[in-house]
T-cell receptor, first 114, second 112 residues
Framework: EAGVVQSPRYKIIEKKQPVAFWCNPI?????LYWYLQNLGQGPELLIR????????DSQLPKDRFSAERLKGVDSTLKIQPAELGDSAVYLC????????????FGEGSRLTVL | SQKIEQNSEALNIQEGKTATLTCNYT??????LQWYRQDPGRGPVFLLL?????KEKRKERLKVTFDTTLKQSLFHITASQPADSATYLC???????????FGPGTRLSVLP
């Protein structure tokens, strides 16, 4: 069974440019998460989806970040415009939908903003 | 304020010894706590989940304890091997019971 797939793995852009990350969760997983991970720190939740509904986006900087999960499967996270401080790894995870269940993470998308 | 702390940023131990990693939390009352392993350049991988009414959980060479009075979880790797070298993250249920909040991680190096 395929795991969580993310792309691109690496992205280098100049500040003020837009960038988008894509995530395909494990088949059948209702819940999808986007996390941000800075070097030497643990993942921090940006947004959580239950099917196609964003049920927790309280930590998403909505002035420049947006996300969508059309049809409750794949998801896209967008940053526009990117700032230097956005350089980090963006992790996507999915789970069966309970708050107690294990999270299955993708390999992450490493963003460098110059 | 709410806080999750994991012992020293890095821990070095000799192969064959038992590694003990700690996770302390403040102003959380989690019913569940998880441990993940993360290798460089990879996403975290789930290892174990322990519930508040479980004092101890084991899986092969791994053992996790959960003390809700001390607000602490201990993660043990017995007979450690160089292949166990990685960053280990604890994650606990937030106070709304909706999401897991991650600690900063401990980077473990097992020296041959």
């Amino acid at each position: 069974e395929a795991g969580v797939v993310q792309s691109p793995r690496y992205k280098i852009i100049e500040k003020k440019q837009p960038v988008a990350f894509w995530c395909n969760p494990i088949s059948g997983h209702n819940t999808l998460y986007w996390y941000l991970q800075n070097l030497g720190q643990g993942p921090e939740l940006l947004i959580r989806y239950e099917n196609e509904e964003a049920v927790d986006d309280s930590q998403l900087p909505k002035d420049r970040f947006s996300a969508e999960r059309l049809k409750g499967v794949d998801s896209t996270l967008k940053i526009q415009p990117a700032e230097l401080g956005d350089s980090a790894v963006y992790l996507c995870a999915s789970s069966w939908g309970t708050s107690t269940g294990e999270l299955f993470f993708g390999e992450g998308s490493r963003l460098t903003v110059l | 304020s709410q806080k999750i702390e994991q012992n020293s940023e890095a821990l070095n131990i000799q192969e064959g010894k038992t590694a003990t990693l700690t996770c302390n939390y403040t102003n959380y009352s989690p019913a569940y706590l998880q441990w993940y392993r993360q290798d460089p350049g990879r996403g975290p991988v789930f290892l174990l989940l322990i519930r508040e009414n479980e004092k101890e959980k084991r899986k092969e060479r791994l053992k996790v304890t959960f003390d809700t009075t001390l607000k602490q979880s201990l993660f043990h790797i017995t007979a450690s091997q160089p292949a166990d070298s990685a960053t280990y993250l604890c994650a606990l249920e937030d106070n709304y019971g909706q999401n897991f909040v991650f600690g900063p991680g401990t980077r473990l190096s097992v020296l041959p």
